[in-house]
């Protein structure tokens, strides 16, 4: 078990945190992910990573601000992901939040981008006026994770300059 543990956070470490994010769909999941994991150990969100998937339809921004009460009940009974309203009730409404910023920006990608640089307390507040269930740890990890904020790994860390070869936005200040 603690081996698969382990290979779990090599796996994210290595390949995603701090790597840039292109896709919207996938940057709502990211965020989805960083929500569910308020209070819980990270571990636990990369165990149900693939549940998460799955309960949210890939993260399909278009197909989970569509969802109705009968959905919301169904993933408040999923075992495969965290089952806490607040958190589910989030997910769908920053779905139609994400859609309308698709609207006016042409996507969630360049709506942050129209954003950088700020600050971790103006993304903050930004978000917290923007989503639900968005604090500022959760700010913090989600723009970490994506390439908006530095401190995703040190520059003594091997992945360090994969991350720099990736462009993350927060090196180009």
């Known amino acids: 078990m603690a081996g698969e543990q382990k290979e779990l956070h090599k796996t994210y470490h290595d390949n995603h945190y701090g790597f840039p994010i292109h896709n919207d769909n996938e940057l709502f999941g990211r965020l989805i992910l960083e929500i569910n994991q308020a209070g819980l150990s990270w571990e636990t969100i990369l165990k149900k990573e693939a549940g998460f998937r799955k309960a949210y339809h890939n993260f399909d921004i278009k197909k989970v601000a569509a969802y109705t009460e009968k959905d919301r009940e169904r993933l ?13 009730n989030a997910a769908i409404e920053n779905a139609k939040v994400i859609q309308q910023l698709q609207k006016e920006q042409g996507s969630f990608e360049k709506w942050l981008e129209s954003h950088h640089p700020k600050t971790k307390e103006e993304w903050v507040k930004l978000f917290k006026k923007t989503f639900k269930f968005t604090g500022g740890e959760i700010v913090n990890e989600f ?16 992945v360090y300059k994969k991350i720099l070869r990736a462009k993350p936005l927060w090196n180009k200040v």
């Open 143 to 158: 723009l970490m994770s994506i390439g908006y904020l530095p401190g995703s790994h040190a520059e003594d860390c091997p």
């Open 76 to 88: 408040l009974n999923d075992s495969g992901i965290i089952r806490n309203r607040l958190k589910v």
